[in-house]
């Protein structure tokens, strides 16, 4: 009888088990081919990276899958039905979806077909800006998804809140695009924070910065603050809401002071200070600090090289990097790591930049969800100009970014004709820092940079005392940087900013440096302060946590 009643437990598990199968019937495949670019040779990645977001936006677990990506990406961009058919039939691919973008001047158009087996199609197309390319893809991704695909709506009802986000700071204004609550009219924008000013702000200091570090320089596991001027290198700790002086040092030679940085160069748990600077002659003369019972030591001056530190791929450990002076030609060829000589820098190995890159104007943004990693090159006219690894150009931004105030003096006449005291010097800026993040611990890395707003300096060249800013953070969408969030409006020039807590309360800041703006008849009266905004990341997913993390100083 027992045998009896488990035979007949056995034979019912089989039929549930098949009857589970005939009910669940399996998934169908599709394949994203590679479209086709009509434009400029600048837009040819799209080829790649369009199938790449349309497949992810068209995975449906347990129902539509996507057939291999190494097989998808071999086929040629079919440009009839009858090579998309052929494409389909050697995938072996239940649907197949192909097109074309044209790209002219700032607009694109986009043209998406989808083929089943049974030769029934299904024309999608849409227009854009091209900054505006990502939100055209989802569109016709989704109309895909509910029309082809049949897939059920994911919105939930009409009515639903809008998901809450991690706003990290009341005074960082986030997802602009979507639903906000309004008080008066839908029109309005508001620019000031309900919560009030949420911000930490310094004591004024009696000079003009030109740049900031926070950072634990001596070890001892509490941050300091260091400011620069054009001639001088001051320390700080913060206590009870001030700046409390802690040391000075004066450039040699009255040398002038470009940008600063910090790094352990030799691992032994104290930080060293890089400063970047050029003498009288217009030539780099850098030099090398550090801090340690409580006052500024050497550790090289008068160095021939124009200095920074980057993060270098694909360790992202911060490297000391420098290019030789060429006047009046500015740089010489080559940026370069740099190696320590007995007491003197040398060249090591040549790091490998797109052309137009100089020691300052770049920055490394760590790939997310299997893309390479980026190059991020501020250009001449101070925009954001994004590289793959290889150095093939991908995008540049509309907007001006940097706005930085100290500069290089560039003779302007002929090489072997002499100096012209008459005519105006050019300047080239040394761009401000641009800092990889990735903050909210997600698969995307943002990248944090100053966009200075001023009217009057879209007309005067020379004018850089910009009277307002705003720190944006950007992050790659597959066509460009976007925007992802900012700071309020900010009341100042901004002179440098870093990420890190610069009062020593357990608590992750972005730390500005900003000068003041006393009016077009004031300049000398400008002075700094530190302005941070503490961050709430109890939000941040820590299991989560990328390798190239973003806390260490650059």
Request: proline share 7%; glycine share 8%.
């Amino acid at each position: 009888m027992q045998l009896l009643m488990r035979s007949a437990a056995l034979v019912l598990a089989l039929l549930l088990s098949a009857a589970t199968a005939m009910a669940a019937p399996a998934p169908k495949s599709f394949a994203v081919l590679p479209f086709k670019v009509n434009g400029p040779a600048g837009y040819k990645y799209l080829e790649r990276a369009i199938p790449e977001m349309l497949t992810s936006r068209l995975y449906w677990k347990d129902n539509f899958h996507p057939v291999s990506k190494e097989a998808s990406a071999k086929v040629t961009p079919p440009e009839t039905e009858t090579q998309a058919r052929a494409a389909q039939a050697s995938l072996g691919a239940d649907y197949a979806v192909w097109g074309s973008v044209t790209v002219v001047g700032e607009d694109c158009s986009l043209d998406v077909r989808v083929r089943d087996r049974d030769g029934k199609e299904w024309p999608k197309s849409a227009n854009a800006k091209v900054a505006g390319l990502i939100p055209a893809l989802k569109g016709v991704s989704d109309s895909i998804n509910a029309e082809v695909f049949k897939r059920p709506g994911e919105g939930g009802p009409a009515n639903a809140a809008p998901k809450a986000v991690n706003q990290m700071n009341p005074e960082l204004v986030h997802n602009e695009a979507q639903p906000q609550q309004v008080y008066l009219n839908p029109q309005f924008r508001y620019a000031g924070s309900p919560e009030g000013d949420s911000r930490i702000r310094s004591q004024a200091l009696n000079y003009s910065a030109v740049g900031m570090v926070v950072d634990d320089l001596d070890g001892d596991g509490k941050n300091e603050v260091l400011m620069l001027d054009d001639h001088a290198v001051y320390a700080y700790r913060w206590d009870n809401g001030r700046l409390v002086p802690m040391g000075e040092y004066r450039s040699p030679g009255m040398a002038e002071c470009l940008n600063i940085r910090t790094l352990d160069w030799n691992r032994d748990g104290l930080k060293e200070i890089v400063v970047s600077a050029y003498n009288s002659d217009g030539e780099p003369e850098s030099f090398i600090l550090n801090w340690k019972g409580g006052q500024f030591t050497e550790v090289m001056r008068r160095v021939r090289f124009y200095l920074n530190v980057e993060k270098l791929p694909p360790d992202y450990i911060p490297t000391l990097i420098g290019q030789r002076g060429d006047n009046p030609r500015l740089f010489k060829p080559g940026v370069y790591e740099m190696l320590k000589s007995g007491d003197q820098l040398v060249t090591g190995k040549r790091v490998d930049l797109p052309e137009g890159t100089n020691v300052f104007n770049f920055t490394y943004l760590p790939g997310s969800k299997g893309e390479g990693d980026k190059c991020v090159i501020l250009t001449e006219n101070e925009r954001l100009r994004v590289h793959t690894d290889r150095g093939a150009r991908l995008s540049e931004t509309d907007e001006n970014y940097s706005g930085s105030s100290k500069g290089i003096p560039e003779e302007p006449s002929m090489p072997g004709l002499g100096k012209d005291r008459v005519q105006l010097k050019n300047i080239y800026f040394v761009p401000l820092r641009m800092y990889a993040v990735n903050l909210d611990r997600d698969d995307n890395w943002e990248l944090l940079v100053n966009r200075p707003i001023s009217t009057a300096a879209q007309f005067f060249e020379r004018y850089r005392f910009f009277p307002q800013g705003e720190i944006h953070a950007l992050y790659w969408d597959g066509v460009g940087l976007n925007l992802q969030w900012k700071t309020r409006r900010i009341k100042g020039s901004v002179a440098d900013f870093t990420v890190g807590d610069f009062n020593n309360d357990g608590v992750t800041d972005i730390v500005l440096c900003v000068n003041t703006h006393p009016g077009a008849l004031g300049l000398e009266s400008r002075k700094t302060m530190l302005l941070a905004y503490p961050l709430d990341l109890s939000k941040a997913d820590p299991n989560t946590a990328p390798d190239k993390t973003e806390n260490e100083q650059q």
